[in-house]
C-alpha cells in the first residue's frame, strides 16, 4: 500500500455510519464499592488479598465514576465522542447476585443511561465484565452449572429494567481471560488454578453467552445484541511443522474457542485433546443451548503472539516468545506493538459464514504518561491508535464487514492485578486529586472525530502494509 494512504486518511472514508466510540468497564472505574445497597464483588474481595495487586492497590475508588459520571460524560462529548461502552456492576444491582434486586443501583445505571442519552451519547452496555458477584463464587461461581440460572435472572432484570433505552448489548467481555487468568493461572479474580476449574468454568460461560443472547433477543427483537473475544494475531516463531502446530493449538484456543461454540462448531477435541474433559459436564441439551446468532461480534486485540513448541508446558505444548526478546518495540505491558496482526485478525472474522457484523470492541495502548506544565505528550499512543484505525480501514476497504472501533480506554483507570501502574486512557487521571486532563491522543481524537482528518505524521516508516 502507498505511503500516502496513511496521511491522507479521513473519517468519512469509513462511511457515514461507522460507529466511532471507548470502551470501559465498570469495576475498574467506578469505586464506591459498597455505595447504596452494593455488595462485594469477587474482584472487591481479590483486590483485598495481599500479594495479587501491584503496589497493594486496590479500586475502592479507582475513577469515581460512580460520583462523577456527569463531569465525564460531559468531557466525553466535549471530545466527539458518540459511543460509549461501559458495564452494569452484577453486584449492584444484585448485591447477593440473585434474589433482592437493589433500586439503588437501578437507579444509578437509569441515571448514567439518561444522561448519555440526553448529551447525545449513544450507550453500548457489556453484562459481564469480570466483576461476579462474591456472594455467588462462595457458591462455586462459574463452576457451578447453577450460574446458568444466576446469569438469566440477571440478564433479565437489565434488559426489563434498560432496553427501552439500551439497543446495543454485548453479553460477555473476553471469556477467555476471565477464565484463563482468573480460573487456571490464578492471576485474576477469583484466583482459582487449574484445569479442574478452567474446563466447568469455561463451559458454563460459554452457554450463559448463548442463553443471554437468547434472553435478550425474546425480549426485543430489533434489539442489537453481541458479545466479544479478546484475540490476538498467532504467528509461528520458525518455519518447523513443531512450531506451526504449537501456533495452531494457541490460536484454536485464543481465537477460536468461545466463538465457534456460538456458531454451532462445538469444541475442537481434535486440536485441544485436554478440552474432552468437558464430557463430565455436558448435558445432551447443551448442543443446541451453546448456541446464538450474534448481531454482531466485538474484536479486542492489543498485539500479536508468536509462538513456538514447548513440550514441558501442560495442555498447549507451546509458549510465547516475548517481544523483548525479540527486541521490539513494546507498550507499558510489554505488548508489540503490530498493527497488521489487528487486519489479519479482521480477516479471519469475517471468513465465518456465521459473522454477521464485526465491531473493533477495545484497541488501545498502555505508556508511561507523564503530566507536564498541564499537558501528557503521548505521542506513541497517537502513533499507535492512528495505524490501528489505518488497518482496519484498509480491511474494510478489502470488503470486511468492520463497522465500528472503540479506543481502550476513555480515562486511565485500574488495570486489574497491574493496578494504577498502566495508563490506556485518551484522558489522563490524577487519582489524588481526581482531575481529568485530555492527553495528546484524546485531543488528536476529538479533532479526527470533529474534522474527519486525521493529520499528516512526519514519520510512518514502522507500518508494515502487505498486499
Same mark, same amino acid.
Given at each position: 500500500?502507498?505511503?500516502?494512504?496513511?496521511?491522507?486518511?479521513?473519517?468519512?472514508?469509513?462511511?457515514?455510519?461507522?460507529?466511532?466510540?471507548?470502551?470501559?468497564?465498570?469495576?475498574?472505574?467506578?469505586?464506591?464499592?459498597?455505595?447504596?445497597?452494593?455488595?462485594?464483588?469477587?474482584?472487591?474481595?481479590?483486590?483485598?488479598?495481599?500479594?495479587?495487586?501491584?503496589?497493594?492497590?486496590?479500586?475502592?475508588?479507582?475513577?469515581?465514576?460512580?460520583?462523577?459520571?456527569?463531569?465525564? *460524560? &460531559?468531557?466525553?462529548?466535549?471530545?466527539?465522542?458518540?459511543?460509549?461502552? /461501559? $458495564?452494569? =456492576?452484577?453486584?449492584?444491582?444484585?448485591? !447477593?447476585?440473585?434474589?433482592?434486586?437493589?433500586?439503588?443501583?437501578?437507579?444509578?445505571?437509569?441515571?448514567?443511561?439518561?444522561?448519555?442519552?440526553?448529551?447525545?451519547?449513544?450507550?453500548?452496555?457489556?453484562?459481564?465484565?469480570?466483576?461476579?458477584?462474591?456472594?455467588?463464587?462462595?457458591?462455586?461461581?462459574?463452576?457451578?452449572?447453577?450460574?446458568?440460572?444466576?446469569?438469566?435472572?440477571?440478564?433479565?432484570?437489565?434488559?426489563?429494567?434498560?432496553?427501552?433505552?439500551?439497543?446495543?448489548?454485548?453479553?460477555?467481555?473476553?471469556?477467555?481471560?476471565?477464565?484463563?487468568?482468573?480460573?487456571?493461572?490464578?492471576?485474576?479474580?477469583?484466583?482459582?488454578?487449574?484445569?479442574?476449574?478452567?474446563?466447568?468454568?469455561?463451559?458454563?460461560?460459554?452457554?450463559?453467552?448463548?442463553?443471554?443472547?437468547?434472553? *435478550? &433477543?425474546?425480549?426485543?427483537?430489533?434489539?442489537?445484541?453481541?458479545?466479544? /473475544? $479478546?484475540? =490476538?494475531?498467532?504467528?509461528?516463531?520458525? !518455519?518447523?511443522?513443531?512450531?506451526?502446530?504449537?501456533?495452531?493449538?494457541?490460536?484454536?484456543?485464543?481465537?477460536?474457542?468461545?466463538?465457534?461454540?456460538?456458531?454451532?462448531?462445538?469444541?475442537?477435541?481434535?486440536?485441544?485433546?485436554?478440552?474432552?474433559?468437558?464430557?463430565?459436564?455436558?448435558?445432551?441439551?447443551?448442543?443446541?443451548?451453546?448456541?446464538?446468532?450474534?448481531?454482531?461480534?466485538?474484536?479486542?486485540?492489543?498485539?500479536?503472539?508468536?509462538?513456538?513448541?514447548?513440550?514441558?508446558?501442560?495442555?498447549?505444548?507451546?509458549?510465547?516468545?516475548?517481544?523483548?526478546?525479540?527486541?521490539?518495540?513494546?507498550?507499558?505491558?510489554?505488548?508489540?506493538?503490530?498493527?497488521?496482526?489487528?487486519?489479519?485478525?479482521?480477516?479471519?472474522?469475517?471468513?465465518?459464514?456465521?459473522?454477521?457484523?464485526? *465491531?473493533?470492541?477495545?484497541?488501545?495502548?498502555?505508556?508511561?504518561?507523564?503530566?507536564?506544565?498541564?499537558?501528557?505528550?503521548?505521542?506513541?499512543?497517537?502513533?499507535?491508535?492512528?495505524?490501528?484505525?489505518?488497518?482496519?480501514?484498509?480491511?474494510?476497504?478489502?470488503?470486511?464487514?468492520?463497522?465500528?472501533?472503540?479506543?481502550?480506554?476513555?480515562?486511565?483507570?485500574?488495570?486489574?492485578?497491574?493496578?494504577?501502574?498502566?495508563?490506556?486512557?485518551?484522558?489522563?487521571?490524577?487519582?489524588?486529586?481526581?482531575?481529568?486532563?485530555?492527553?495528546?491522543?484524546?485531543?488528536?481524537?476529538?479533532?479526527?472525530?470533529?474534522?474527519?482528518?486525521?493529520?499528516?505524521?512526519?514519520?510512518?516508516?514502522?507500518?508494515?502494509?502487505?498486499?
Amino acid at each position: 500500500m502507498e505511503d500516502n494512504f496513511f496521511s491522507d486518511l479521513k473519517r468519512s472514508d469509513f462511511g457515514e455510519n461507522f460507529i466511532w466510540g471507548t470502551s470501559t468497564a465498570a469495576f475498574q472505574i467506578e469505586g464506591s464499592p459498597f455505595a447504596d445497597g452494593k455488595k462485594a464483588s469477587i474482584w472487591d474481595e481479590f483486590s483485598h488479598k495481599k500479594g495479587k495487586i501491584y503496589k497493594g492497590q486496590n479500586a475502592d475508588i479507582a475513577c469515581d465514576f460512580y460520583n462523577r459520571y456527569v463531569e465525564d *460524560l &460531559r468531557l466525553m462529548k466535549s471530545m466527539n465522542i458518540k459511543h460509549f461502552r /461501559f $458495564s452494569f =456492576s452484577w453486584s449492584r444491582i444484585l448485591p !447477593d447476585g440473585t434474589g433482592k434486586i437493589n433500586e439503588a443501583g437501578l437507579n444509578f445505571y437509569d441515571r448514567l443511561i439518561d444522561q448519555c442519552l440526553a448529551l447525545g451519547i449513544t450507550p453500548w452496555v457489556t453484562l459481564y465484565h469480570w466483576d461476579l458477584p462474591q456472594a455467588l463464587e462462595e457458591k462455586g461461581g462459574w463452576t457451578n452449572r447453577e450460574i446458568i440460572n444466576w446469569f438469566s435472572e440477571y440478564v433479565k432484570v437489565c434488559v426489563s429494567r434498560f432496553g427501552d433505552r439500551v439497543k446495543n448489548w454485548m453479553v460477555l467481555n473476553e471469556p477467555l481471560v476471565f477464565l484463563g487468568a482468573g480460573h487456571f493461572l490464578g492471576i485474576h479474580a477469583p484466583g482459582r488454578r487449574g484445569v479442574k476449574n478452567f474446563i466447568p468454568a469455561m463451559h458454563h460461560a460459554s452457554l450463559c453467552q448463548a442463553i443471554g443472547g437468547r434472553i *435478550l &433477543r425474546d425480549f426485543d427483537e430489533n434489539l442489537n445484541i453481541g458479545t466479544t /473475544f $479478546s484475540c =490476538s494475531y498467532i504467528e509461528a516463531f520458525r !518455519d518447523r511443522e513443531k512450531d506451526y502446530k504449537a501456533a495452531n493449538r494457541v490460536d484454536c484456543l485464543v481465537n477460536r474457542l468461545f466463538l465457534e461454540l456460538s456458531l454451532g462448531y462445538g469444541y475442537p477435541f481434535e486440536e485441544l485433546a485436554f478440552l474432552k474433559r468437558v464430557e463430565k459436564y455436558y448435558k445432551a441439551e447443551d448442543d443446541d443451548l451453546l448456541q446464538f446468532e450474534f448481531d454482531f461480534i466485538g474484536i479486542q486485540n492489543y498485539t500479536r503472539e508468536i509462538v513456538k513448541n514447548a513440550w514441558w508446558i501442560p495442555y498447549l505444548q507451546a509458549t510465547n516468545v516475548k517481544a523483548e526478546k525479540r527486541n521490539l518495540q513494546t507498550t507499558d505491558m510489554g505488548w508489540e506493538i503490530y498493527s497488521d496482526g489487528l487486519f489479519h485478525l479482521l480477516k479471519k472474522y469475517d471468513a465465518y459464514p456465521g459473522v454477521k457484523n464485526i *465491531l473493533v470492541s477495545e484497541n488501545g495502548a498502555a505508556f508511561p504518561d507523564q503530566l507536564i506544565n498541564g499537558q501528557v505528550k503521548d505521542e506513541e499512543r497517537k502513533q499507535y491508535l492512528q495505524q490501528y484505525i489505518a488497518v482496519t480501514l484498509k480491511a474494510k476497504n478489502q470488503g470486511v464487514n468492520v463497522n465500528g472501533y472503540f479506543v481502550w480506554s476513555f480515562t486511565d483507570n485500574f488495570e486489574w492485578a497491574e493496578g494504577y501502574r498502566p495508563r490506556f486512557g485518551l484522558v489522563y487521571i490524577d487519582y489524588e486529586r481526581q482531575q481529568r486532563i485530555i492527553k495528546n491522543s484524546g485531543l488528536w481524537y476529538r479533532d479526527f472525530l470533529k474534522t474527519t482528518s486525521i493529520q499528516k505524521r512526519t514519520n510512518y516508516q514502522s507500518i508494515s502494509f502487505k498486499s
